[in-house]
């Protein structure tokens, strides 16, 4: 599961824009079941509305100088609906896309739904084992990537069909010739997305379109909002803000990868409201006369509450926490942090959602007692539909109607939530869940080791960063340098271990077991 989590703060020097239009109420309960179950809350159906009625309104914008109104957007989607049929894309095709935040993704994304085909976007930086399990699982007829990313998928499956999609691409197709009918409903399927693989090999969760409208609403946002995307496609964080922006007539700017020293500047430069950034990586950066000289007024900047609040503090905005996971959307939001920010904060239940936190039997606990959250939402739609290919795993996670979101978390009688952990031997960095037996499993490979331990270490910026110790045979002449170079032609960035430790001989349970605590205390 991908848990995804941005802390949220408020702060006394919050700038209010004149210039801004009255934002809209947030949705009730009933509203936003409704709404989101609403055929025309759809992304490709408010986009298509929104191209007649305004065609020359801005929409989408590139860093690098792209930009599409609308109409032109929809233009787009609907050649590339054309181009891509014409490459054998039909109903329930699979297709994996290897594309960053751009004009062309988003046009890509809302193509796929309108040929009823499923979009698979891919983590560029997956090698090895990782790669393989997604496109074995997906098994797509066609990928769709950047230039840069060509080589990794030829070298892992030769015979998948690839199209390089360049930036731009979208000026160079044909008109296209034909109106798009019908076009997709709540319940069709919008995206598959993999988790970080937190509890073993990454599953596909399937999503749909209800589940990507019911993110509308999580906080107000009007038509003159213009939203800041640097964040992965293969992520929902990176797809929101088209949902979010479209239904409110607004605009989306697009960074392909997220850069702290270029982050303000482009928020300056294109007039962003709104975005989700590493707030830690941006304090981080020497302090500026002009940091709270900047257009944004609402952030998501980062799990952690007081860095939040220095974030709030230095840019002159309001910080907003919300929890989700890709699962089951965004169930929490905190507008306004509890006084005590040694807690993890991660907010209120949205009107909308049900959420309580149960002990190991699946009893529900009292008010302030540690448990595991589970979520249910008023419409099964505004959750995934499964995972694929594990119907197994499905209906674990969704046994009773409850999903069990696998984080243990407090219910505090004013009823804030506080986050504590991830169940389970995981390791949660820069809001990415790491599982340990997945990553060791693949570090037990190499010839030269006899077994390893991945631990998570604490850290003030990342949350956890990952430590390994490994277990050299007898005689071996592996060094740490060797070994990391190794690694990174295994591990996806993420993954990668910040410190490593050889060493002769693990502490061990007379089983056999490695013993992680002792390997900590070692390391210290």
């Known amino acids: 599961m991908v848990t995804i989590r941005a802390m949220v703060v408020s702060s006394s020097n919050v700038r209010i824009c004149a210039s801004k239009k009255e934002k809209p109420e947030l949705p009730t309960s009933s509203t936003l079941a409704a709404m989101a179950t609403d055929p025309a809350s759809v992304l490709p159906v408010q986009l298509c509305s929104r191209a007649r009625s305004e065609p ?25 609906v054309e181009h891509l049929r014409d490459r054998g894309v039909v109903s329930g095709s699979r297709v994996a896309t290897l594309l960053p935040p751009s004009i062309d993704a988003a046009m890509i994304w809302v193509a796929l739904g309108c040929l009823s085909a499923v979009e698979v976007p891919v983590n560029p930086e997956l090698k090895g084992a990782f790669l393989e399990h997604v496109l074995d699982d997906a098994a797509p007829v066609l990928c769709l990537a950047r230039p840069e990313f060509v080589d990794r998928i030829r070298d892992t499956r030769p015979a998948l069909a690839i199209r390089i999609v360049e930036r731009g691409e979208w000026k160079s197709l044909a008109t296209a010739t034909t109106e798009l009918d019908p076009l997709p409903t709540p319940a069709d399927i919008a995206c598959v997305i993999y988790t970080s693989g937190s509890t073993g090999p990454a599953k596909g969760v399937i999503l749909d379109w209800a589940q990507f409208a019911s993110v509308i609403g999580r906080i107000p946002l009007g038509p003159e909002d213009v939203s800041y995307n640097c964040h992965p496609m293969f992520h929902v964080t990176g797809r929101s803000p088209l949902v979010t922006m479209c239904d409110t007539g607004g605009q989306v700017v697009f960074r392909e990868r997220f850069s702290a020293k270029a982050a303000m500047n482009d928020a300056r430069r294109f007039g962003c409201t709104t975005a989700t950034l590493h707030g830690a990586l941006l304090l981080a950066l020497p302090p500026q006369p002009d940091d709270a000289d900047n257009p944004l007024e609402a952030v998501f900047a980062g799990h952690n509450v007081a860095l939040a609040a220095e974030f709030a503090e230095r840019f002159a905005v309001k910080c907003y926490d919300l929890y989700g996971s890709t699962e089951v959307g965004f169930p929490l939001v905190l507008s306004d942090t509890p006084p005590d920010l040694e807690h993890t904060w991660c907010g209120r239940v949205r009107d909308g959602y049900q959420a309580q936190v149960v002990d190991e039997n699946a009893q529900p606990v009292a008010d302030g007692v540690p448990g595991e959250l589970w979520i249910r939402p008023d419409d099964r739609l505004m959750i995934m539909v499964g995972y694929l290919n594990q119907p197994e ?53 190499h010839p030269q080791l006899s077994g390893c331990a991945v631990i998570g270490v604490p850290d003030p910026v990342a949350g956890h960063q990952v430590l390994l110790v490994a277990e050299i045979v007898e005689n071996s002449t592996l060094d740490e340098p060797e070994l990391y170079t190794w690694l990174t032609s295994k591990l996806p960035k993420h993954a990668l271990p910040r410190y490593l430790i050889l060493t002769h001989a693990l502490p061990r349970t007379p089983t056999n077991k490695v013993l992680k605590t002792e390997c900590s205390t070692r390391s210290t």
Do not use: C, K, Q
């Not at 409850?402 to 809001?431: S, V």
């Open 393 to 445: 795993a499905t209906e674990r996670a969704l046994a009773g109607g409850w999903y069990h979101t696998g984080d243990i978390a407090i219910r505090h009688p004013d009823g804030n939530f506080e986050f504590l952990h991830r169940a389970g031997d995981t390791i949660r960095r820069m809001g990415e869940n790491i599982s340990t037996t997945a990553v060791e499993a693949v570090i037990d490979e």
């Open 56 to 80: 020359n309104r801005p929409f989408l914008r590139e860093v690098t100088g792209g930009h599409a109104t609308y109409g032109e957007t929809w233009e787009g989607v609907r050649s590339w």
